[in-house]
T-cell receptor, first 115, second 114 residues
Framework: GAVVSQHPSWVICKSGTSVKIECRSLDFQATTMFWYRQFPKQSLMLMATSNEGSKATYEQGVEKDKFLINHASLTLSTLTVTSAHPEDSSFYIC???????????FGSGTRLTVV | RKEVEQDPGPFNVPEGATVAFNCTYSNSASQSFFWYRQDCRKEPKLLMSVYSSGNEDGRFTAQLNRASQYISLLIRDSKLSDSATYLCVVNMMESNFGNEKLTFGTGTRLTIIP
């Protein structure tokens, strides 16, 4: 079945630094990638949607200059958290959808802790 | 009003019991519906899609009532391995951008007690 590989699975970084999270679709072409954030005991909140080769569409309240999304190829999308702060500590998950596909395949998530 | 509402629980249920979860959604334009399961510190995994006619997969039965904008999940003969958070998920097409968007409920936490 469809697999999305997400790395790193966890990261601890210092406040002010940037962190890049990668999601790769291993056996299908991900025409659309969704990036979510989940705080403890809360639901997944959609941050942005990106279509391959296009600029990402950000949800209301999500700073596009802080959360940089690149979806330059059909198998790779990245989320960069720039100038991370402790309040950015969260569980970040990507989800990919292939062209004509019905389902959404989730990455295994990245637990970011900013100290 | 939240777009997708669920009772957060927790539900503590003895092994072998039947448990039901409910979910309501606010957008009548929603197109497809799912139940996902999420284990602690893991990504959500699709449990089953939900169809208007109702559908069953082993011990799991899902129902959709579009008129009431209500979705349910029934788990029969619950197992210890069913302990997880169950997420009600609704898919809709955004009219502005033509993108599909999954909206997640906050989840209902289930613990099966031996």
């Amino acid at each position: 079945g469809a697999v999305v590989s997400q790395h790193p699975s966890w990261v601890i970084c210092k406040s002010g630094t940037s962190v890049k999270i990668e999601c790769r679709s291993l056996d299908f072409q991900a025409t659309t990638m969704f990036w979510y954030r989940q705080f403890p005991k809360q639901s997944l909140m959609l941050m942005a949607t990106s279509n391959e080769g296009s600029k990402a569409t950000y949800e209301q309240g999500v700073e596009k200059d802080k959360f940089l999304i690149n979806h330059a190829s059909l198998t790779l999308s990245t989320l960069t958290v720039t100038s991370a702060h402790p309040e950015d500590s969260s569980f970040y998950i990507c989800s990919a959808r292939g062209e004509g596909g019905y389902g959404y395949t989730f990455g295994s998530g990245t637990r970011l802790t900013v100290v | 009003r939240k777009e997708v509402e669920q009772d957060p629980g927790p539900f503590n249920v003895p092994e072998g019991a039947t448990v039901a979860f409910n979910c309501t959604y606010s957008n009548s334009a929603s197109q497809s519906f799912f139940w996902y399961r999420q284990d602690c510190r893991k990504e959500p995994k699709l449990l089953m899609s939900v169809y208007s006619s109702g559908n069953e997969d082993g011990r799991f039965t899902a129902q959709l009532n579009r008129a009431s904008q209500y979705i349910s999940l029934l788990i029969r003969d619950s197992k210890l391995s069913d302990s997880a958070t169950y997420l009600c998920v609704v898919n809709m097409m955004e009219s502005n951008f033509g993108n599909e968007k999954l909206t997640f409920g906050t989840g209902t936490r289930l613990t099966i007690i031996p």
